[in-house]
């Protein structure tokens, strides 16, 4: 993976899979983000994913709202749960490089971006997928590693949304010079594995944040939460960042009352042009 004579940078191509928990409208909390490949990684991972729930004689793709009572999920014991989640989370831990999530407070955020208001142009999800890309640069920044960072985000109602902020973020990079925020796609959890993955650690730093006990069999999943943090490489475990009440207030006071053009959307967060 090397691309560079300088041996203190390297040329790293990493995806970002990205999904939410917490995004309807009364929860207390949002939490986006996920693992951290190399996307030369993704393959094996994929195929030992579904090695592991084929073991475990499960034939549909994981989502952690199926492991309620009334969910397809919600029939396993409590030693199948923690054994299955034993499985998975050693597949992710040993395979990423590392994961990244960002959490904000969803009822404050409504108190800055009123819904009757900004319905359909700004939405908790996607600050705090813009949280994990500026902390994704920061990390790409600290150690030294070039390469721009690809996302793969779980499909949701946020989507366009979600379009907004990469152009705003790559427009931003644009004009200082940099090139670390990567591609955008878009798929479901069926087709990419990974993303289920992201959807086991948006859930559990999500759980952890409200305070909640890993009980019952979801024991296993405290692991997902877990920061490490080095001076010389990136958290080979886990880093979980907060929006923090003045920034979302200091966004909505830049950003100002939105534009509505019938027939058109006119995007809240719009990308910067090149003169700007």
Request: glycine share 6%; net charge positive.
């Amino acid at each position: 993976m090397h691309q560079s004579a300088d041996p203190k940078r390297k040329a790293i191509a990493l995806a970002h899979y990205v999904d939410d928990s917490g995004s309807h409208d009364d929860s207390k909390l949002v939490v986006m983000g996920g693992p951290v490949f190399l996307q030369k990684s993704s393959f094996t991972f994929h195929y030992d994913w579904d090695r592991i729930l084929q073991n475990h004689g499960i034939t549909r793709p994981i989502h952690m709202l199926e492991f309620n009572q009334y969910g397809y999920l919600g029939h396993l014991s409590h030693d199948q749960r923690r054994a299955l989640f034993h499985d998975l989370i050693h597949l992710i831990n040993t395979n990423k490089v590392y994961s990244l999530t960002a959490e904000v407070d969803n009822l404050e955020f409504q108190n800055f971006f009123p819904r009757s208001k900004y319905k359909g142009l700004i939405g908790a999800p996607p600050l705090a997928l813009m949280w994990c890309m500026f902390h994704n640069s920061i990390l790409s920044r600290n150690h030294n590693a070039s390469g721009a960072t690809a996302y793969i985000v779980g499909d949701s109602n946020s989507n366009i949304q979600i379009v907004d902020t990469h152009a705003f973020i790559r427009s931003y990079e644009r004009r200082t010079k940099q090139a670390i925020t990567g591609s955008l796609t878009f798929d479901s959890p069926k087709n990419v594995h990974a993303l289920q993955a992201a959807d086991m650690i948006a859930w559990a730093n999500r759980k952890k944040k409200l305070g909640e006990p890993f009980e019952g069999g979801f024991e296993p999943l405290e692991l997902l939460t877990r920061t490490v943090e080095s001076e010389t490489r990136p958290p080979m475990v886990h880093l979980h960042v907060r929006v923090s009440s003045a920034r979302v207030e200091g966004l909505a006071k830049i950003l100002g009352d939105p534009i509505r053009t019938k027939g058109r959307r006119v995007a809240l967060l719009k990308a910067l042009s090149e003169e700007e």
